[in-house]
């Protein structure tokens, strides 16, 4: 158990479809992120949370909702994707304020088509 | 933008032998991490550096934060065939309070039994 937990572990939609990426977080942390990971890529910071206050958005399209109802939970809202949206989302949690480390969870496999 | 360079992208070896791998950047960071993601999985810290200078080891691995602040290294010596996978360095430019972790394209390691 990674003490992140992300659901669904895959998901396939069409570009018309709306969905939701879970995740949670059982280390007691207080920040929590989204990142973007595509094949032969850096992973890409997507929006960081702090206290349940959305503190960066790196210039995500709008297609891409976050929200952080408190400090266990982060989702991803999803629609109208495009195919290049494919990728591996990482969540990922961390103490705030001392460059504590980020600890991952095992992402969802998401496939537009 | 901040990047970080890390060689080499990939490398095929024997079992038994050493691994040397390394992240440089044109800028100063406080914080080096490197992560080991498995596939199908997230990415797993192993170890972090703080200091410039400073070594540390976890097990096999050893990683070095450079006295310039801008390089850290990793070795992985004796290599095993669970030594598969993907590694990360990581780095957190100046005293970021939202943890934003900028990440290196990857080393892709496979170790020959």
């Known amino acids: 158990e990674t003490g992140v937990t992300q659901t669904p572990r895959h998901l396939v939609m069409g570009m018309t479809n709306k969905k939701s990426l879970k995740c949670e977080q059982h280390l007691g942390h207080n920040a929590m992120y989204w990142y973007k990971q595509s094949a032969k890529k850096p992973l890409e910071l997507m929006f960081v949370?702090?206290?349940?206050?959305?503190?960066e958005n790196n210039s995500v399209p709008s297609r891409f909702s976050p929200e952080c109802p408190n400090s266990s939970h982060l989702f991803l809202h999803l629609h109208t994707l495009q195919p290049e949206d494919s990728a591996l989302y990482l969540c990922?949690?961390?103490?705030?304020?001392?460059?504590?480390?980020?600890?991952f969870g095992n992402g969802t496999r998401l496939t537009v088509t | 933008g901040q990047q970080l360079n890390q060689s080499p992208q990939s490398m095929f070896i024997q079992e038994g032998e050493d691994v040397s791998m390394n992240c440089t950047s044109s800028?100063?960071?406080?914080?080096w991490l490197w992560y080991k993601q498995d596939p199908g999985e997230g990415p797993v810290l192993l170890i972090a550096?703080?200091?410039?200078?400073e070594l540390t080891s976890n097990g096999r691995l050893t990683a070095q934060f450079g006295i310039t602040r801008k390089d850290s290294f990793l070795n992985i010596s004796a290599s095993i065939p669970s030594d598969v996978g993907i590694y990360f360095c990581a780095g957190v430019h100046g005293s970021s309070n939202t943890g934003k972790l900028i990440f290196g394209q990857g080393t892709t390691l496979q170790v020959k039994p």
């Open positions: 949370y702090s206290l349940e206050e959305r503190v």
């Open positions: 800028s100063i960071f406080n914080t």
């Open positions: 990922a949690s961390s103490r705030m304020r001392d460059n504590s480390p980020l600890h």
């Open positions: 550096l703080y200091k410039a200078g």
